[in-house]
Nanobody, 113 residues
Framework: QVQLAEFGGGLVQAGGSLRLSCAAS????????MSWYRQAPGKERELVAT???????SFANTVKGRFTISRDNAKNTVYLQMNSLKPEDTAVYYC???????WGQGTQVTVSS
């Protein structure tokens, strides 16, 4: 059974940083493409960042240069390091196992101005 659990959300001031973690189980994590999505109130869920099994990465233009995504296959965990946060980054952030099309429960990130 695929399980994804996000941690690390919270309230931070604009310009601050947060690191989100997503612990995965129930599938071969090292071979999986992992993504982070976010959904702000009244908006559609949007792709934020992706990391492939070969460690290649891609980012949405809105976060490029501020966010980084990484993975630790020994810990079955994917991370999203968010720097220079802006109020418009406020959203629920979700971890997604792409090949399994499975989602975590989400973690709230709130950036105050």
């Amino acid at each position: 059974q695929v399980q994804l659990a996000e941690f690390g959300g919270g309230l931070v001031q604009a310009g601050g940083s947060l690191r989100l973690s997503c612990a995965a189980s129930g599938f071969t994590f090292s071979r999986s493409t992992m993504s982070w999505y976010r959904q702000a109130p009244g908006k559609e869920r949007e792709l934020v960042a992706t990391i492939f099994s070969h460690y290649g990465t891609s980012f949405a233009n809105t976060v490029k240069g501020r966010f980084t995504i990484s993975r630790d296959n020994a810990k079955n965990t994917v991370y999203l390091q968010m720097n220079s946060l802006k109020p418009e980054d406020t959203a629920v952030y979700y971890c997604h196992a792409v090949q399994r099309n499975s989602w975590g429960q989400g973690t709230q990130v709130t950036v105050s101005s």
